[in-house]
T-cell receptor, first 120, second 111 residues
Framework: QLQLQESGPGLVKPSETLSLICNVS??????????WGWIRQPPGKGLQWIGS???????YYTPSLKSRVTISVDTSKTQLSLKLSSVTAADTAVYYC????????????WGQGTLITVSS | QSALTQPASVSGSPGQSITISCTGT?????????VSWYQQHPGKAPKLIIY???KRPSGVSNRFSGSKSGNTASLTISGLQAEDEANYYC???????????FGGGTKLTVL
């Protein structure tokens, strides 16, 4: 069974770069039936897409974050990574990695989420 | 990107049925049968409960059902149980967008 596990620093200072890793186990990270993404949820608020990456290597980012985001996949390590630069308090959120099915664009697999707090 | 529109909250008594609406546009909900619904309990990751408008993943109770009419999708939960109390989010593929769009979420309270 596919499992996704995020890991990160927990606390990041304002203006620094947030780096997160999602370890993928129990399934292929290279399958052409799915794409991978990062979603975040500020405390007490709803879900927000950050960006996604297809098996071809093509990436897509939400417009409001595009200038600060980089998503990549390391197939040898079966890891998905997220880098978000110049963070502010508004980037405080639970960050989820996710696998999205290409047939119905449904998120059938989620990580457990990792809380990132931006504070000095 | 504008979110899909959901009611902020709904409530119902055990055993009753409730429906949560998700209103989009002709560029998303109305254009494709790619609407999904997610259930999220406090402190937990969201869980897929409906995909493709009305399909249920294996293991999801048949008390959950989905439908769509025009630009509005709906999630119906029948025979409400205390464990159904959670936040529910809809999502849809959107034309000319490279990322799906979420609804703002609906808090279901079981009275």
């Amino acid at each position: 069974q596919l499992q996704l596990q995020e890991s990160g620093p927990g606390l990041v200072k304002p203006s620094e770069t947030l780096s997160l890793i999602c370890n993928v186990s129990g399934g292929s990270i290279s399958s052409s039936d799915y794409y991978w993404g990062w979603i975040r949820q500020p405390p007490g608020k709803g879900l927000q897409w950050i960006g996604s990456m297809y098996f071809s290597g093509t990436t897509y980012y939400t417009p409001s974050l595009k200038s600060r985001v980089t998503i990549s996949v390391d197939t040898s390590k079966t890891q998905l990574s997220l880098k978000l630069s110049s963070v502010t308090a508004a980037d405080t959120a639970v960050y989820y990695c996710a696998r999205v099915g290409l047939r119905y664009f449904d998120i059938s697999s989620w990580g457990q989420g990792t809380l990132i707090t931006v504070s000095s | 990107q504008s979110a899909l529109t959901q009611p902020a909250s709904v409530s119902g008594s055990p055993g009753q049925s409730i429906t949560i609406s998700c209103t989009g546009t002709s560029n998303d909900v109305g254009a494709y049968n790619y609407v999904s619904w997610y259930q999220q309990h406090p402190g937990k990751a969201p869980k897929l409960i409906i995909y493709g408008v009305s399909k249920r993943p294996s293991g999801v109770s048949n008390r959950f059902s989905g439908s769509k009419s025009g630009n509005t999708a709906s999630l119906t939960i029948s025979g409400l149980q205390a464990e159904d109390e959670a936040n529910y989010y809809c999502s849809s593929y959107r034309t000319s967008s490279t990322l799906d769009i979420f609804g703002g979420g609906t808090k279901l309270t079981v009275l």
